[in-house]
Structures are given as C-alpha cells and as structure tokens.
C-alpha cells in the first residue's frame, strides 16, 4: 500500500503489474475499498499496471466533512494520475466508482484511454432513499454500519451466489461494517446528487457497459440507458447482482480484458 498526500488528507493507494504496461485504475464501489478488486488483480496485472485506491471515505483514505460529490471524488482521481504521472489511463468503476467514471468521461475524457462502467447508471436511487440512509448512519454511528452489512449480502449478490461462497460474501460485506459512517454518509451524498442523465453524450472515449441481470440497484434497463447515450458504447450482461466482478469472477475478468485490448 502506499499515500498519497493531498491538500486534506492521504489517499490510499495499491499498484500492480508491470511499470511499462498502459495503467488502468479501479474505483470501487459505495462501501467497499480496493480490495473488492482481488479477483481481478492477478489476471489483469498481467496485461496492465494495476492502479487501484480507496475512495475518499473509505479504508486507509482520507475521512474529511461531508458531503462530498462525484466532481471531488473525480479530482481525486486526478490528483493520483498527477502524482504518478500518468498523462493517461483506462478506468474502471463500479457503482459509484461507476458515476465517478462517467465525470472522468464527460469533464476529462482527454485522461482515459477507455472507459467501463460496471453495475452503475447516470443516476442512482432518489434523494429520499438516500436522505434516509444519510440520516440513518450518521444518528446510528458504527452498528448502523453492521446493519447495513447484514442487510447487503441480498442487494450485492444472488441468493446462489451468497449461499455458495458465503466466505467471500462475507469478506466483502465486511468493507461496509469497517467504513467509517461519516465517510459512508458523506458518499451517499455524493451518489444522491450525481445525475448525468443529460450528459452522457459527452463521453467519446471507448465505453464498456456491464450490468447484472438481477441487479435491483442499478438495473439491466440503467446499463441500456448509458449505452444508448454513449456513441459506440459496448454492452455486456451477466447472471448477477450488484458487485458482478465478484460474483461472476473469470468470465467478468476476462471480458474486461478483451475490451481493453482492443482500445
């Protein structure tokens, strides 16, 4: 692991994979950090120099006042790239690492080589769904956040998938009952006031979509809704819920890859 310092804080960062391969950054989603991308990280730092960090909030990372909002968390983003010096990088993100994608595309697309928005949409939930949560977590404190992890294993992963692999469902349940619930609060706002409805036609780098048949968060019918948007945009659909490059593994892995390559 290492940190980067920036005007408020440390940003927790983790590369893999060699120093000349094309760098591709992973964004993690609402209430996980980078290690959500384990599955992952073996087979693409093969091909690529695997950047992947914890979201303000989130992890090792910085825990500053909310609310925050996407276009903060997308200067993260780029205060890493600029700290390394990396002119340019493909982006992978899900959920809302997915809406922080969609800022890079739409404000900086000039810094992505391409771009795959996993399991997200150009807006995410309504105000009052989140206002409830914000509202939940922040009065709760710390077991808020363990109710919240029990009661995610239903939205991130099919019944099948969680009954079978309950050890790796648990492990990525956990991310959420060990975030900090300031940090939690402060990104739910940041997903609540993110809508890109009306600028995704923006976007002109190569875009993956990849949406999860029973995603109830961000549906099939979101995924679509981008790649009609996004001129050119790809579209992939796998059995699963919310976090599909865990629940799906090597076939999530492999398509990525495939899309990268011929970028």
Partial sequence: MAHLQLADGVLNYQIDGPQEAPVLVLSNSLGTDLGMWDTQVAA??????????DT??????LVTAGPYSIAQLGADVLALLDALDIAKAHFVGLSMGGLIGQWLGINAGSRLLSLTLCNTAAKIGSD???????????????QAMVDLRDASIARWFTPAFAEAHA???????QMLAQTSPEGYAANCAAVRDADYREQLKAIQVPTLIVAGTADVVTTPEHGRFMQNAIEGAHYVEFHAAHLS????G??????????????
């Avoid at 303000?56 to 990372?61: E, F, K, L, V």
């Avoid at 009052?128 to 710390?142: C, F, P, Q, S, Y």
């Avoid at 050890?167 to 349940?173: E, V």
């Avoid at 490059?245 to 799906?248: A, K, Q």
């Fill in 56 to 61: 303000r909030g989130h992890g090792g990372s």
């Fill in 128 to 142: 009052e769904v989140w206002n409830t949560r914000i509202d939940t977590v922040l009065k709760g404190g710390r």
């Fill in 250 to 263: 090597e076939p999530f892995t492999a398509r990525v890859v495939d899309f990268l390559q011929a970028c």
């Fill in 167 to 173: 050890a790796q469902a648990q492990r990525i349940t």
């Fill in 44 to 53: 693409w730092s093969k091909h690529f120099r695997v950047l992947r960090y």
């Fill in 245 to 248: 490059n865990v629940e799906i």
